[in-house]
Nanobody, 123 residues
Framework: QVQLVESGGGLVQAGGSLRLSCVDS????????MAWFRQAPGKEREIVAA????????YYADSVKDRFTISRDRSKNTVYLQMDSLKPEDTAVYYC????????????????WGQGTQVTVSS
């Protein structure tokens, strides 16, 4: 069973960088599509980036394209989100999620979730 644990959040100034990590302690995520979502206060949860289980397809929301990079290290059962050129509007709780099939864009299509990690970008 996929069990996800995120880390790497924190407080950073605008223009700075953070790298989020998501470890699958169950060790089964090699066949899952992995994604990062975020939810800001008062807003709906939105997809930020996704990577197909084979690694040959990625998706980025327009708001983070060319600033964020999703990657995965199968040897470590870990997926990363490198976030550069951070903006105050990137402030949110970031969640790692796994989907067993397809390449979904909606949060309801993801079956396994981490607990979330707070990212705060100051201006």
């Amino acid at each position: 069973q996929v069990q996800l644990v995120e880390s790497g959040g924190g407080l950073v100034q605008a223009g700075g960088s953070l790298r989020l990590s998501c470890v699958d302690s169950g060790g089964f995520f090699s066949k899952y599509t992995m994604a990062w979502f975020r939810q800001a206060p008062g807003k709906e949860r939105e997809i930020v980036a996704a990577m197909y289980w084979s690694g040959d397809r990625t998706y980025y929301a327009d708001s983070v394209k060319d600033r964020f990079t999703i990657s995965r290290d199968r040897s470590k059962n870990t997926v990363y989100l490198q976030m550069d050129s951070l903006k105050p509007e990137d402030t949110a709780v970031y969640y790692c999620a796994a989907a067993y099939s397809g390449f979904p864009m909606l949060d309801k299509q993801y079956t396994n979730w981490g607990q979330g990690t707070q990212v705060t970008v100051s201006s």
